[in-house]
């Protein structure tokens, strides 16, 4: 069945570095990607999205690259911010139905 | 802008009681979903009604029951609670699929 593998975490990164997040999904047919983020205490929220191969969704500096032949979503940002720490989710939208990663726990240390 | 509002926040149950969970939405939505998050696990759909009137199982529906009561409401029944029923319940809503899933803040419950 269609489903999300997000590299787990938790990732603990200085202030200014690089950061991945790995993801890839497994789908038939041609599914939207997303990518949300949770802050402590909070729902989701959408960070970005791609709906169709080679589609580049960026916000906040973040940005994530549809590649349907690595069938891959990786989340980067060059420069972290200890704004930045929440958890992550990787996840696709495949005919009326999302379906999430695990989560990936990030922690930026100023 | 209240987007996405669930009650109760918190709750905390014996097991086998009962209790709804309430979601309401003002954003004049088409879909609705609940889903738990559990640690390790990432979101997991419980049920979801793609247009009033509709109610469909996701991927977790035993022990829980539905009702999208009109366009803005979208209730979830704990009929007896179990310990494994312990998570953080969200609701979310779309208005058309490929747009932005709104989520409400979530309801902790804890069954003893």
């Known amino acids: 069945g269609d489903s999300v593998t997000q590299m787990e975490g938790p990732v603990t990164l200085s202030e200014e570095a690089f950061l991945t997040i790995n993801c890839t999904y497994t789908a038939t047919g041609y599914p939207s990607l997303f990518w949300y983020v949770q802050y402590p205490g909070e729902g989701l929220q959408l960070l970005l999205k791609?709906?169709?191969?080679?589609d580049k969704g960026s916000n906040k500096g973040f940005e994530a690259t549809y590649r349907k032949e690595t069938t891959s979503f990786h989340l980067e940002k060059g420069s972290v911010q200890v704004s930045d720490s929440a958890v992550y989710f990787c996840?696709?939208?495949?005919?009326?139905?999302?379906?999430f990663g695990t989560g990936t726990s990030l922690t930026v240390i100023p | 802008n209240a987007g996405v509002t669930q009650t109760p926040k918190f709750q905390v149950l014996k097991t086998g009681q009962s209790m709804t969970l309430q979601c309401a939405q003002d954003m004049n939505h088409n879909s609705m979903y609940w889903y738990r998050q559990d640690p390790g696990m990432g979101l997991r759909l419980i049920y979801y009604?793609?247009?009033?009137?509709?109610?469909d199982k996701g991927e977790v529906p035993n022990g829980y029951n539905v009702s999208r009561l009109n366009k803005r409401e979208f209730s979830l029944r704990l009929e007896s609670a179990a310990p494994s029923q312990t998570s953080v319940y969200f609701c979310?809503?779309?208005?058309?699929?490929?747009?932005?899933?709104?989520f409400g803040e979530g309801s902790r419950l804890t069954v003893l």
């Open positions: 009604s793609a247009s009033e009137g509709t109610t």
């Open positions: 996840a696709l939208l495949t005919g009326n139905q999302f379906y």
């Open positions: 791609a709906t169709k191969a080679d």
């Open positions: 979310a809503s779309i208005v058309h699929l490929g747009g932005e899933l709104f």
